[in-house]
Each structure stands twice: as C-alpha cells, then as structure tokens.
C-alpha cells in the first residue's frame, strides 16, 4: 500500500512546480515565509485538489479578458507545452506562499521580469502589457476567486466569511508586489469588482481554444490522466454561470452532480497519497509536523 501512495505521489507531482526542483521549502529552518503557518492561504493553498481545480478554472475565467488573453497566446508556449505552463504556475503560487522569503521575493522577481518582456498589440488594436496596473488584478482577483470557490467545493465549506476575508486580504500582498492597484480584499469586494469587469470580457474563437486545450490537455503519465480529465471538467465547473453562458457550456444539473460528485470521491484519494507536498516541507521548516 505504502509503494501504491509513494507512486502517485510521484506521478501527481510530475505536473507540479516540484517538478522543476527550484526551490528548497524545508530550509532556511524557522523562516516563515511571507505569511507563516498562521495564515489562511495557508490551509486553502495547502489543499492540492482544490486548488488545482480552482487553478484550471483560474485560468479560463483569466482568459475571457481579451488582453489577458492576448498576452498568453502572444508570449507563452503553453499550446505546445500545458504541462510546463501548469508547472511554472503551480511554483509560483506554492512558491510564495510556502516557501522562505528570499525564494518567495525570488519568484515575484522573476515574474516582474518575465512580464516586462511582455507586450503588444491586441486584435481589436489595443495595446496590452503584462505589468499594466489594471490586468495585473484582474488576473489576480480571477485566480484567488477560482481558488476560493474550489477550496469551499472540494476543500472546506464551512470557511466563514470572516476568514475568507482575511485570505484575500492575505494574497493582495502578492498580487501588489508584482504591481497590482486597488486590489480587493474581501469576498464582497472580489464579487463587486467581478460584476464591473463583466461588460469588459468576451468569449471568442481564441478563448475557445484554450478551453479546448484545458480540456484535452496531455498528462505526462497513465495515473494522472484520468486525475487531469476529472478535475479539467471540475475546473470549468467552478466558472460563474454567466461566464458558463458566455463559453456556450452546458451543465446539466445531473452533469454538474455527477461531476462534483467525482471529484469529491478523487480528492480523499490525492490527499491520502501526497503526503509530502510543498506544504508538508514547509511545515517541517517551521518545526511542525
């Protein structure tokens, strides 16, 4: 049983950020990071199916800004390469969540520069840039609202408002570092600018694409192909209905049932065999079990 848990750790975490083995989370011993084991990013972020639930539907509610959009099909590769795209993503959220402050302020770095690289001119003849103040939270809020809602789905329902406040007004940190203006920083606040963004997006034939793609993404091995099929469909599950409508999905009450349904019989499953996340190291760091 102990040799099963070990192999699908091992296959889950070759679509992770510690695939890449950039970053050491259990050293320097007793640095807390940029917000310690105290905080509630911390136990949303630590739970690894909905947080890569709400990542895939991150992603697409991201994508239905055009400049947002613009951006990726422009200057990432992430049509050749999903895995390497979720890969660099997964570190920099665990990353600056769990890891040591110098390897956290490391990674916000990296992406300031990353994103300095990256401008241009949409299709409709807008000029876009990845470090423009305003897409920088869009991109933000989409994310941490996707995260929320896969963490309150799949993780923990009961999370009171309360602390789902604090959790975004933990993570504005981040997004205010890499640039971000006027960020949200309470559930009422992320649902509000949400509806202001609203007559701003659009769903076109790009943005299908990376539906598609989300949803016929190549898995590097056997185990987790049917881990990625499962929780791409439960991702897209987590878009608000409007932009559900805005895609042309339709989900059934019984398709959406049989969906969660799933997903939450897979995520006993995954927390049961990845004993050693990033959050488990970071744990260690600090002392804790």
Known sequence: ?????????????????????????????????????????????????????????????QMLHPL??????????????????LRRTSQFIAGTTFAAQKDAEWL????????????????????YSANDPELLTWVHVAEVRSFMAGYLRYGDPTLSLAEQDRYFDEVALIAEALGAQNVPRTRQ???????????????NERT????????TAPTPNAVTKPVGYMMARAGVDLLPDWGLEMAGIKLSPLRRKAIQSGMHLLAPSLRWALRNGVSARAKRRMGSA
């Open 1 to 61: 049983m102990e040799f099963i848990r070990q192999r699908i750790e091992q296959q889950v975490f070759s679509i992770t950020g510690l695939a890449l083995n950039q970053i050491d989370y259990e050293n320097p011993k007793g640095d807390p990071g940029l917000f310690g084991p105290g905080s509630v990013c911390w136990t949303v972020h630590a739970d690894f199916p909905s947080m890569l639930c709400g990542g895939i539907g991150a992603l697409m509610l």
């Open 68 to 85: 947002a959009l613009a951006g990726v099909w422009d200057h990432s590769t992430f049509r050749e390469d999903m895995i390497g795209r």
């Open 108 to 127: 916000i770095d990296l992406v300031r520069e990353i994103h300095g690289k990256v401008t241009g001119v949409a299709p409709d003849g807008r000029p």
């Open 189 to 203: 606040d992320i649902e509000a600018y949400i509806e202001r963004m609203r007559p701003e997006l659009c769903f």
């Open 208 to 215: 299908a694409e990376v539906l598609r793609l989300l949803l």
